[in-house]
């Protein structure tokens, strides 16, 4: 089995965190969420590739999109500009030799299906 860490308080990643990931063969899960690190600023910490794949949860602010809507059959956030910091990272990674995994929850922009397919397109479209 493969295991990766989700972590939502960004003071805890350390280098020793990092090392202890490291030294298990643990992916530290790349969050795109309000209250921890943008994927740029995350991978200016150095060597946050614990493992041989990484995985990215994008979820997005549950409360602020709850106040918006009840209902997840449509995009209520914009979230191309995000995405776009998000690429070229992915790109990156998987150049790199290592797998990339990815989650998108509802919360994200309103309707996961639709963000899957934001996503897509803008990967296709080659995204920088």
Known sequence: MRFAVEIRN???VT???LDL???RRVALAFIDHPWFFGIDEI???GAVLTTDFAYIRWLGDRKGIEEKTQRWDRLIIDR???FGRWIPNIRRIIEGGTKVYGYIN???AGFAV???RQFHQLWESGAQ
Do not use: A, E
């Open 106 to 108: 509802n919360h994200y």
């Open 21 to 23: 990931l490291r030294g």
């Open 15 to 17: 280098k020793r965190l």
């Open 114 to 116: 639709g963000s899957i």
């Open 43 to 45: 991978f200016k910490k």
């Open 10 to 12: 960004k003071h805890f």
């Open 80 to 82: 191309t500009r995000d």
